[in-house]
């Protein structure tokens, strides 16, 4: 059983008959979930994580004081606290008095806050282009078991996709770093004598890729702890991730593997290309991952946005 069933069924078992008994009246303002930051909230957690964080529990999410005043949420705080202290064979945390625990009784608001500087999910455009996308992931992630009041969610609706203008911005910007680390400066540093710089320079295409794919997905990369993981759980995209994956290793002092390696990039590249063109997101015909970068740009709705430099967002 990983965080998340444990959570949901937690909550089924011993949640939400605390709710129904105790605070029937506040039910429909409440929303009961799942999410957040860690592993367990992206169901990729396993029996090394449960060294630390891992609990039976969940997030009782709140409206503001004017709807749930200070004494009921400090209430719910209480009933909360009671709950089994163990639950299939998993122990509650035993907090510290400045918290550290992602689960309890926390205000709508506050969790969005703290998770992507808005207490609304409202964000302005300078937001968006630098807000980082595992911020995003883990706003949206997890399951949401109860929403009667629909505040919770209607966030959560609002930031589970970007705006369009800003995705193309963000994926302009990844094809550049492709073009510029994979296409082109690996190439150089090998040439230079310089194997170290050559792998960096594929750790960039790499990372660069990943957020290409998941861009052109409408998806968010979470932490890069778990971006190998999250990009195989795509749609097609196992044998992409291991091709990624063999840029990782390997002697870059040995012809053999330096020379697949760049195929491997090259071959990366017309792939990332074919995907832009069946998406109508590039005009350019050719190989060269830059020009395809500034197609993209071409494509911004908006001018300001557009003319920005075409790193802006990442």
């Not at 396993?46 to 004017?66: N, Q, T």
């Not at 945390?93 to 808005?118: E, H, K, Q």
């Not at 792998?199 to 990369?221: I, S």
Request: aromatic share 10%; hydrophobic share 40%; net charge negative.
């Amino acid at each position: 059983m990983n965080g998340l069933e444990l959570s949901r069924s937690y909550y089924n078992e011993c949640g939400k008959p605390m709710l129904e008994r105790e605070f029937a009246d506040l039910l429909p303002y409440l929303a009961v979930g799942f999410v957040g930051s860690g592993s367990e909230h992206f169901g990729f957690d396993d029996e090394i994580s449960r060294d630390h964080d891992i609990e039976p529990g969940f997030c009782i999410f709140l409206p503001g004081e004017d709807v749930v005043d200070r004494r009921r949420a400090f209430q719910l705080e209480r009933a909360y606290a009671k709950l089994p202290k163990e639950f299939a064979g998993v122990k509650r945390l035993m907090l510290s008095p400045v918290g550290g625990s992602r689960n309890g009784v926390i205000r709508t608001a506050d969790f969005y806050s703290a998770a992507v500087g808005s207490p609304d999910g409202n964000l302005s455009q300078q937001a968006w282009l630098h807000i980082p996308d595992y911020a995003l992931a883990e706003a949206v992630n997890g399951e949401v078991f109860f929403d009667a009041y629909g505040e919770f969610s209607a966030i959560r609706r609002t930031l589970m996709h970007m705006p369009e203008d800003i995705r193309l911005k963000r994926l302009a910007g990844h094809l550049l770093v492709m073009a510029q680390a994979g296409q082109y400066n690996f190439v150089r540093c090998l040439k230079h004598g310089e194997p170290e710089a050559a792998q960096l320079a594929c750790g960039e295409f790499v990372q660069a890729a990943m957020k290409t794919v998941f861009l052109l997905r409408g998806r968010y990369m979470p932490f890069y702890k778990w971006s190998f993981r999250a990009l195989r759980q795509l749609e097609r995209t196992v044998e992409f991730a291991d091709k990624l994956s063999g840029l990782l290793f390997g002697d870059n002092r040995d012809d053999a593997i330096a020379t697949k390696k760049y195929d491997t990039i090259e071959g990366i590249a017309s792939e990332i290309i074919a995907d832009l063109q069946d998406k109508d997101l590039t005009k350019a015909i050719c190989g060269d991952l830059e020009k395809h970068a500034y197609s993209v740009n071409d494509k911004i709705a908006d001018s300001t946005l557009r003319n920005m430099h075409i790193l802006a967002a990442i």
